[in-house]
């Protein structure tokens, strides 16, 4: 057990170097805070044009998952 959530888009456990909450469905996801860190990101961040805050988003909201290839296309 521990006190920090797993990533909501891969599942897996985060470090606390690594975490990120989504602005949009408030999920704890990966995402690298320094260059030299390996890995992927599940997630992605942006200064907003108007208030000049980090924005993150996790995959899941950005529509980018994709854990599986589509199977059927069929929605
Ligand atoms: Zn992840
Ligand atoms: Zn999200």
Do not use: Y
């Not at 959530?5 to 999920?27: E, F, H, K, L, Y």
């Not at 704890?28 to 907003?48: A, E, K, M, S, Y």
């Amino acid at each position: 057990m521990t006190e920090t959530s797993p990533c909501r888009v891969c599942g897996d456990d985060i470090a606390p170097d690594r975490a990120a909450t989504c602005n949009n469905c408030q999920g704890p996801f990966h995402l690298r805070t320094r260059q030299d860190q390996d890995g992927t990101d599940c997630g992605d961040v942006w200064i907003h044009d108007q208030h000049l805050s980090l924005e993150f988003a996790c995959n899941l909201c950005l529509g980018k998952a994709g854990k599986e290839p589509a199977i059927g296309e069929g929605h």
